[in-house]
RNA sequence: GGAGCCGUGGUGUAGCCUGGUCAACACGCUGGCCUGUCAAGCCAGUGAUCGCGGGUUCAAAUCCCGUCGGCUCCGCCA
């Protein structure tokens, strides 16, 4: 019996009515031991699933004995024979409720303590204590099921490319800072001191270099660095499904990523609708207030500023006279919110740095508001139908700078929807972003930045604007958004060394320093770089949205807490002093 | 760097506002009974000085200050 299980002949969860009669021998872990004094009952749990264990003296005198001893987790190896169970003793609630195995022999192959909790499904277990027992976590369904999908997902994404003539390649971990984006991680060097390799933030520069080696299509799984403040959606490692190509257009690309996400969902027998709606970044924000809105309810922002310059309300026309707009935002048939509720919205928005937060409530024949006395029932009108109100609707505005007031009501617009519960979570709402501006002014630096990332190529009409305008600039660049996530960015590549050396330029980045950080990418440009493209997809985040999960913790076996810490491990931890010699560090 | 919420036996919570049987409930765990349960049942028992430190008070889980940890968010994240 001393190594029966490894010739372990069947999977718990897989035993059926068919294996009635066989002789099995089972390995797995304790899920519940239900004692009847002379009949002991064991949920055996395997990856697959879980079967009832039977052990009555009379099939096994010795087994029973052990049975006695069995606890929870306790990991033990069964051997017996497949039953139907007696009449009335199906469980309908277990896949494998038909049948139960009647053991002959039981070994334990290894006791446990009790568990700090317990391994079910539907735990409410502080967080920390999972992470640091995540062992035990992972036996919970909800966990197997999640890295199961998370696996299930990265398989089908290597089929889809594979099949596409893509090639899977590895780009170092250990690697060079570059400037601009997040906070790198470093790593000292010890055979060059006073250097460090710095961890990817993306293989970014890589793949673009694989392209000018010919490589046509590239993908990888990759684990990219940012050592910046955690979120749910944000941890210091992150996997992205990272893939280039060369020879395409911005539309070859969307093209394949949209067969490409129709593939993945398919994998939860959803059917994606495709090609994906499309909003330029502009319209974007002029309707939603963000660059990722949520379609799955409208909400839009509508323009008022024409109607409101008329109105006696200073606080819109000053506004407005300042060069800001006046936008509003319909929610249907809430009239009746409380002044408390509007209060609260006021003073949420008022938090997100709004001046004020106007508002409505339509009637039948009136327009109950404070500000209405401002405006004439003909201006009212022309409010109400700019809106489409109906009776029973409230009405919000926000009088501010351009994006301010987009911001604001984008804001309110994902507040009021969460309130409302507008937001469907078995609907997968696709949209690409694409038209994105190529720089943003950045007022800390007081210079340009990259909207998206230095190698990103402008359009062709943008080009001349470069110089004149470079803030009206456009680019060849796209997000994916789902459901308000944004779960994918991408663009098309510059392959020529000038316009590359003068996005730096635009960019305050001096000949030198680009010389020193890029001059790699920089000299590749002028050995037969090809036009090439390419987008990344934060696979944490997908597989959250499939699991249906509000963080990615949940779909990462081992994930840091927002301290950044492992409590399993003990990350970060400290080191000896000789590793810091070695290194040629000193601590302050 | 900032804001908010949380921290009570192994787990999840109640108690906290209105200081004084202040430690309760459920699950778990241990033992006993029990041959058809599957959240088994019944009986008995075990177990927390209330994250930590300081203060107020005759008296603090309860009020105040600080601190640590977890979570959410802002900043940050090309």
């Known amino acids: 019996m001393r190594t029966k299980y490894s010739v372990r002949t069947h999977n718990c969860g897989k035993l059926s009515p068919k294996n009635v009669g066989e002789q099995v021998i089972l390995a797995g872990w304790v899920q519940r031991r239900r004692d009847h004094g002379g009949l002991i009952f064991i949920d055996l749990r395997d990856r697959s699933g879980i079967v009832q264990v039977v052990s009555n ?34 469980n309908p609630t277990l896949p494998t409720g038909e049948v139960e195995v009647i053991a002959r022999d039981i070994e334990i192959l290894n006791p446990s303590k009790t568990p700090p909790f317990e391994i079910e499904s539907g735990v409410d277990v502080d967080e920390s204590l999972r992470l640091k027992f995540r062992y035990l976590d992972i036996r919970r369904p909800e966990m197997l099921r999640n890295l199961k999908l ?32 997040a906070r790198d991680y470093l790593v000292p060097s010890r055979l060059q001191p006073g250097r460090f390799y710095a961890l ?10 694989l392209m000018v080696g010919g490589i046509e299509r590239y993908y990888q799984i990759a684990r990219c660095f940012r050592d910046e403040d ?3 959606d944000r941890q210091p490692e ?15 690309i969307l093209q394949l990523v949209e067969e490409m996400m129709v593939e993945i969902f398919s994998l939860l027998d959803i059917d994606l609708k495709t090609p994906f709606e499309r909003l330029s970044h502009q319209e974007a924000v002029e309707r939603f207030g963000t660059d990722k809105p949520d379609l799955r309810y409208s909400l839009d922002l509508v323009d008022i500023s024409d109607i409101a310059f008329q109105s006696e309300f200073k606080v819109f026309t000053n506004a407005i006279a300042s060069g800001g707009i006046v936008k509003g935002i319909r929610v249907p048939n809430c009239a009746s919110l409380s002044r408390k509720e509007i209060d609260e919205l006021v003073e949420s928005a008022t938090a997100k740095g709004a001046k004020g937060l106007s508002w409505m409530a339509i009637s039948e024949n009136e327009v109950k508001s404070p500000i209405a006395k401002f405006f004439t029932p003909s201006q009212l009108e ?11 609707d409230l009405l919000f505005f926000v009088a501010d700078k351009r994006e301010v007031t987009c911001e604001i009501l984008g804001y309110l617009r994902g507040e009021l929807a969460d309130r409302l519960g507008l ?31 230095p190698f990103t190529v402008p359009t062709e009409d943008s080009l001349p604007l470069l110089d004149k305008d470079p803030l009206a600039a456009r680019a060849y660049a796209y997000d994916l958004v789902v459901n308000g996530v944004e779960i994918g960015g991408g663009s098309l590549r510059i392959y020529d060394r000038k316009l590359q050396e003068k996005i730096f330029k635009l960019l305050e980045i001096s000949p030198e320093e680009a010389e ?68 040629h560090i000193r601590r302050r």
């Open 57 to 90: 003296p009379v099939h096994g005198t010795e087994a029973f004995n052990v049975a006695r001893k069995i606890r929870g987790e306790y990991v033990i190896c069964v051997e017996g024979k497949v039953a139907k169970r007696p009449q009335g003793t199906v």
């Open 150 to 181: 998370r696996h299930e997902v990265v398989t089908k994404v290597r089929e889809f490319l594979n099949k596409r003539d893509f090639l899977e390649i590895e780009t170092p971990i250990l690697t060079k800072s570059t400037p601009e984006g």
């Open 200 to 209: 990817p933030q993306s293989p970014q520069l890589f793949k673009q270099i």
């Open 230 to 232: 955690l979120r749910a």
């Open 238 to 252: 992150h996997t992205q499904i990272d893939l280039e190509m060369s020879f395409v257009t911005q539309d070859d």
């Open 382 to 392: 022309e409010i109400v139908d700019r809106l489409e109100a109906k009776p029973g």
């Open 423 to 453: 937001m469907d979570p078995l609907q997968f709402k696709f949209v690409w972003i694409v038209d994105f501006p190529l720089f943003e002014y950045d007022e800390e630096e007081g210079r340009l930045k990259s909207h998206h990332h």
């Open 516 to 583: 020193r950080k890029f001059g790699f990418l920089l000299e590749a440009l002028e050995y037969g770089a090809p036009p090439h493209g390419g987008i990344a997809f934060g696979l944490d985040r997908l597989v959250m949205l499939l699991a249906g999960c509000s963080s990615i913790r949940e779909v990462i076996a081992f994930p840091k807490t927002q301290t950044a810490t492992c409590p399993l491990t003990g990350s970060p931890d400290i080191v000896d002093e000789k590793q810091l010699k070695e290194l």
